[in-house]
Structures are given as C-alpha cells and as structure tokens.
C-alpha cells in the first residue's frame, strides 16, 4: 500500500510540508509534493491525498501542533534532567531570530543558588518534528564568571519547535538541562 509521502514521518527535514516553512535552501528534503496522474489513482487514494492535504495546510497554521507533544515547557529557566543544576539562557537577541547567528549567555547554578564558575557546557540542538539539528556548532567560547557562560554560533534555521540541550559537567557530575522553544518564522 502506497501512503502519500506528506503523512508519513520526514526523512531529513519534511518542513515545507508539515510547518509551511521554506526550507528549500536549507538542505532539508523537502518531499515531492506533485500529485500523481489521475488515470492511475484509486478514489480511495485521492481522499487520502486530499486529506494529506488539509493536514498539510493544518500544519502550516498550527504550527505542526499534531506532531508535537501538548503543554511543553518554554521555560527559560529550569532544572537539569537530575537535578544536579540550574540552568538559564538570555539571548541577546529578542525575539530569537532566524537564520542570523546571535549568542546566548547561560547560567549555571547549583539547586541551593551558588553559581556554578568552573563548568565545561556542550551545545545541542535539534527540531524533533523535522529530525535535524542546528545549522552551526555552536559552543562556549567564554567563561564570564559568576556562573555565566558566553555560547556564541547560535543560529536556527526555520521557526518551529526546537529543543535546545547543555551538557553540563562540573567536578564529578554531569547533567543535561533541555530548553524548548518555539520560534516563529
Ligand atoms: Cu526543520
């Protein structure tokens, strides 16, 4: 059985289809979207088609919100995964914009509030929906003091749900605090 490729998961990035987004230039793949000829289509496929469709323009609008888990946190400020720290981000730049490279600056503290000063950070970042990851290899480029940390080559690609993840390692303990964000285009 045939299923039209817009329902089905992307591989690569699917997001022109499923967001709207024009991801042309991005090197995401977007699926071939042409309908095929009628002579050969089933009555039952061209229902599907058509409903891939609507989920298609549903997708555009509601910024893939069938694809995506409900009430995520967009915190800014959070715990990591065990608890071992705080974890915060300020852009300097807001909205966080697309496709422009910018910088966050992170802060690292221990549950009770001390500043964590001595933490090696690993960057991540990926949309879930679309199975990719960020454009750039964003990374700590300086340790500001105070718990602050300067994390330069930031830049998202489209708008849509992104998940941004800080491995955090200080002495023994290492932990994972993961941010989301939903970036309008
Ligand atoms: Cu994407």
């Known amino acids: 059985m045939q299923h039209d490729s817009s329902l089905a998961l992307p591989r690569g990035c699917n997001c022109a289809v499923r967001c709207g ?77 697309i496709n422009r490279l910018h910088s966050w600056t992170l802060h690292v503290e221990r549950p009770d509030g001390r500043p964590v000063t001595d933490a090696t950070v690993k960057v991540d970042g990926d949309m879930p929906q679309h199975m990719h990851g960020l454009p750039t290899r964003p990374r700590v480029t300086r340790n500001l003091g105070n718990g602050d940390y300067l994390v330069e080559g930031i830049k998202f690609q489209m708008g849509g749900w992104w998940v941004m993840e800080f491995a955090v390692t200080s002495g023994e303990r290492s932990d994972v605090a993961k941010f989301n964000l939903m970036l309008q285009h």
């Open 21 to 97: 987004c024009d991801a042309a230039d991005q090197g995401c793949l977007c699926g071939d979207r042409s309908a095929p000829t009628a002579t050969t289509e089933k009555p039952g496929r061209r229902a599907l088609i058509r409903l891939a469709g609507s989920l298609a323009m549903l997708g555009a609008l509601g910024a893939c919100s069938a694809f995506m888990p409900k009430n995520l946190d967009y915190a800014a400020a959070r715990a990591s995964e065990q608890g071992a720290y705080r974890v915060s981000y300020k852009s300097d730049t807001t909205p966080i914009p």
